[in-house]
């Protein structure tokens, strides 16, 4: 069975600083995507990376970066520089990657509030 | 573009009636996906739409959630006998294909509260 865990449920930091959020997950497959989604104050999900299991390069986009660890499950989001319009709720999400197996498995969720 | 879209954004109704929500893909997306996210809770996966045909329905909670597609492109969930554990907000989501290669793009969603 798939799983992912959030450990952290809120995080608050001060705007400038450096956040990481923790996603670690669970699969029995080899071959698999995880994902990051951010669901601002408006409820809309918003996409933000996708990675492949092969995959193992940290990506950095902007003040955003992405550790990527197979040895121990574990793909963590880092904020860089916060700023308040960072503020949301953010979620990991995993999928298989095997023909018809489309869902994505979600975490409970990290609510980042960047204070000013 | 239009992004996908989801009718009616609020939804209240009473303990055992019956409800629709609507979701409108983004046009020519030919995968669809709807999720049920409960307060503080990450969404759920519900049901995943390939063109019209409901290609994995493993996340329907009974069988007082059904969805069509009838057409490969509006899909409307249908609830029964509504239940307050149902209160949540539905979530849709479609992508250009199916499959993890394919971003979902999410809908507003609709906010059920059955009292």
């Known amino acids: 069975a798939q799983k992912v865990t959030q450990a952290q449920t809120e995080i608050s930091v001060v705007e400038k600083e450096d956040v990481t959020l923790d996603c670690v997950y669970e699969t029995r497959d080899t071959t698999y995507y995880l994902f990051w989604y951010k669901q601002p104050p408006s409820g809309e999900l918003v996409f933000l990376i996708r990675?492949?299991?092969?995959?193992?390069q940290n990506e950095i986009s902007g003040r955003y970066s992405w550790n990527f660890q197979k040895s121990t499950s574990s793909f963590n989001f880092t904020i860089t520089a916060s700023q308040v319009v960072d503020s949301a709720v953010y979620f990991c999400?995993?999928?298989?990657?095997?023909?018809?197996?489309?869902?994505?498995?979600f975490g409970q969720g990290t609510r980042l509030t960047i204070n000013p | 573009g239009a992004g996908v879209s989801q009718t009616p954004s609020n939804k209240v109704t009473e303990k055992g009636k019956y409800v629709e929500l609507r979701c409108d893909p983004i046009s020519g997306h030919t995968a669809l996906y709807w999720y049920r996210q409960s307060l503080g809770q990450g969404p759920e996966f519900l049901i995943y739409f390939q063109g019209t045909g409901a290609a994995d329905d493993s996340g329907l909670p009974n069988d007082r959630f059904f969805a069509v597609r009838p057409e490969g492109s509006v899909s409307t969930l249908k609830i029964q006998r509504t239940e307050r554990g149902d209160s949540a907000v539905y979530l849709c989501?479609?992508?250009?294909?199916?499959?993890?290669?394919?971003?979902?793009?999410f809908g507003p969603g609709t906010r059920l509260t059955v009292t």
């Open positions: 999400a995993l999928s298989e990657a095997r023909q018809g197996a489309q869902k994505l498995v």
């Open positions: 989501a479609s992508s250009l294909k199916g499959g993890p290669n394919y971003e979902q793009y």
């Open positions: 990675r492949n299991s092969f995959d193992e």
